[in-house]
Nanobody, 124 residues
Framework: QVQLVESGGGSVQAGASLRLSCEAS????????MGWFRQAAGKEREFVSA????????NYANSVKGRFTISRDKDKNTVYLQMNSLKPEDTAVYYC?????????????????WGQGTQVTVSS
């Protein structure tokens, strides 16, 4: 089992930047991929971005492509989500997730461990 703890959320104005962090502990050696999802009030959880832990291959939702960047620090067992040019529609609780094996990185059901979430609020 992998434990995940997110940090870095907050309230910002549109156009600002935030960097989310997700530190993994436990059986991190078995992690194949890590992802970020978000859930706005009254909406379903949606895929934001994912990274394959070993090779660093990344994936992004179309809505964040070009604005968000996912990265990882293997030594710190931490994955980051750099969010630039934030928009009000980015407002949501952001969750970090880890998968032992995965075929569709955008599918939440394929992730095995989840963090508690961190709130991001973007005002216009």
């Amino acid at each position: 089992q992998v434990q995940l703890v997110e940090s870095g959320g907050g309230s910002v104005q549109a156009g600002a930047s935030l960097r989310l962090s997700c530190e993994a502990s436990g059986r991190t050696y078995s992690t194949y991929a890590m992802g970020w999802f978000r859930q706005a009030a009254g909406k379903e959880r949606e895929f934001v971005s994912a990274i394959i832990w070993s090779g660093g291959v990344t994936n992004y939702a179309n809505s964040v492509k070009g604005r968000f960047t996912i990265s990882r620090d293997k030594d710190k067992n931490t994955v980051y989500l750099q969010m630039n040019s934030l928009k009000p529609e980015d407002t949501a609780v952001y969750y970090c997730a880890a998968a032992l094996r995965i075929s569709l990185v955008f599918r939440a059901s394929q992730y095995d461990s989840w963090g508690q979430g961190t709130q991001v609020t973007v005002s216009s």
